[in-house]
């Protein structure tokens, strides 16, 4: 697989670039456990927003408004993220006892809303560390009944899959990403506890990537649909699918460790606490001595950055029309969409600029429509930008959801820019190679 050979020869330069010196690797770290903390609970229905994760980890200080459910969940799960930690070192083994004792840091004793007999939803005991004593099958979006192991059947399960593990690990050739990933997927078809299962997969999964010198794997919360798709195509008996999306994401966090290790910027917008930021922002206009001064908004710079954000995101689209039936480029102006080409893009935005300056706000799409030789039921992937033009920054929404803050400077905004196209090529792939594996699994 040419996604495991990537990591695996990422893996080969940060051995070279060791030892890290510890402060880099603890500002790593910490970056690794901020995003695991915040992103595999926010997976499982947590309400925190990444800013209070980070709040709560960092400085204890408890989100208001919030049930305290989930700042419990936040605070095991960081715990036994770090007691994992301290066990790589320790070089422990992975054992049921070892599984156990994790769950009972990760849950403790809490309550989980279940349907009866009657089919009324009651509040159920969830006893932190053991195994399962009712059935915890799930009922698909079709109606069907998924089912897991029995709780008759778990302990057997679990005592089989730590088997089969103890011999992997054995092999003359061990593949750790391999192992860590069908070892992800097997637990969960077990599923043996009756409640945090998914949790405590990733985090075992990342136990088994650590204990070879990996960093962890970072499932985010944005890419949900695409972690699901991919443990149902595993469902379907197409394995390779879901070890070729965990490999994928650990590509992330090795570009993540690399650039650490060298002693560069970490940093990326996705982690910045936008919500802390801004009431810093209204905050300092109490300081009399540090009014910030107010920008104003120079078109020139707007022109140029317009045209430089449309034309990336058209000709890197482009380049993907190829593999689908139909694709449409659309630029919304007031509530008109305006279907537009490559040979008349650019002259509408010269003739239409005004108009965006004035409103200070432009939205386009490119949209794709049906992959050419796939027998799929009609399949759709956007690309969609929202951007506004504020007072001393600008903001990009992606596909919905705020994506970035940058200020009117040009490198940032180039270099911005770049990353998030970066990361549209990245997400576009892996929804194709997902599309064309659930066809041959047909």
């Known amino acids: 697989m040419e996604e495991i050979a990537k990591a695996l020869a990422l893996k080969t330069e940060i051995d070279a670039l060791r030892p890290i010196d510890k402060e880099q690797e603890d500002r790593i770290m910490q970056k690794f456990r901020l995003d695991w903390n915040y992103h595999s609970n926010h997976l499982e229905g947590n309400s925190l927003t990444y800013g209070e994760t980070k709040a709560l980890i960092l400085f204890g200080i408890t989100a208001q408004g919030k049930p305290l459910k989930d700042t419990l969940e936040i605070t095991g799960h960081n715990e036994a993220i770090n007691w994992v930690i301290d066990l790589v070192k320790m070089e422990r083994p992975l054992t049921e006892s070892f599984i156990r004792e994790l769950h009972s840091l990760l849950l403790?004793?809490?309550?989980?809303?279940?349907?009866?007999?009657?089919?009324?939803?009651?509040?159920?005991?969830?006893?932190?560390?053991?195994?399962?004593?009712?059935?915890?099958?799930?009922e698909t979006i079709t109606g069907e009944i998924f089912y897991f192991a029995t709780p008759e059947e778990t302990p057997a399960k679990m005592f089989d899959l730590l088997n089969w593990y103890n011999e992997k690990i054995k092999e003359k050739d061990v593949n750790p990403i391999l192992i860590a990933a069908e070892f992800h997927y097997r637990f969960i078809r077990i599923h043996p506890f009756d409640d945090g299962n998914g949790r405590t997969a990733r985090i075992l999964m990342n136990f088994i990537l650590m204990q070879f010198g990996f960093p962890p794997v970072i499932i985010k919360?944005?890419?949900?649909?695409?972690?699901?798709?991919?443990?149902?195509?595993?469902?379907?008996?197409?394995?390779?699918?879901?070890?070729?999306?965990?490999?994928?994401?650990?590509?992330?966090?090795?570009?993540?460790?690399?650039?650490?290790?060298?002693g560069e910027n970490i940093a990326e917008d996705d982690d910045l606490d936008k919500e802390i930021t801004l009431l810093?922002?209204?905050?300092?206009f109490f300081d009399k001595k540090n009014i910030p001064k107010k920008h104003t908004i120079e078109k020139n710079f707007i022109e140029y950055f317009v045209f430089f954000l449309v034309e990336k995101t058209f000709t890197i689209n482009f380049k993907f029309d190829r593999l689908y039936e139909e694709s449409n480029f659309c630029i919304q102006l007031g509530n008109k969409m305006n279907y537009l080409n490559s040979e008349n893009y650019l002259d509408f935005l010269k003739s239409n600029f005004d108009k965006i300056f004035e409103n200070k706000e432009l939205t386009f799409q490119y949209s794709f429509k049906n992959l050419k030789k796939l027998k799929l039921n009609e399949s759709y992937f956007f690309s969609?930008?929202?951007?506004?033009?504020?007072?001393?920054?600008?903001?990009?929404?992606?596909?919905?959801?705020?994506?970035l803050q940058v200020e009117y400077q040009k490198n940032k905004?180039?270099?911005?820019?770049?990353k998030i196209i970066k990361n549209e090529i990245k997400r576009h792939k892996i929804f194709i190679e997902l599309k064309i594996s659930e066809t041959e699994m047909r």
């Open 108 to 138: 403790q004793d809490s309550y989980k809303e279940s349907k009866n007999a009657d089919g009324v939803i009651v509040p159920r005991k969830i006893s932190a560390g053991k195994y399962k004593t009712t059935t915890n099958h799930v």
């Open 413 to 418: 905004v180039e270099e911005e820019i770049k």
């Open 221 to 262: 919360t944005e890419d949900k649909a695409n972690y699901f798709a991919a443990l149902q195509l595993a469902d379907a008996g197409n394995i390779e699918a879901f070890i070729t999306y965990i490999a994928n994401n650990l590509i992330w966090s090795l570009e993540i460790m690399i650039t650490g290790a060298k």
């Open 384 to 403: 969609n930008f929202e951007v506004k033009f504020l007072h001393s920054y600008l903001q990009i929404k992606l596909n919905g959801r705020d994506y």
């Open 280 to 284: 810093e922002q209204r905050l300092n």
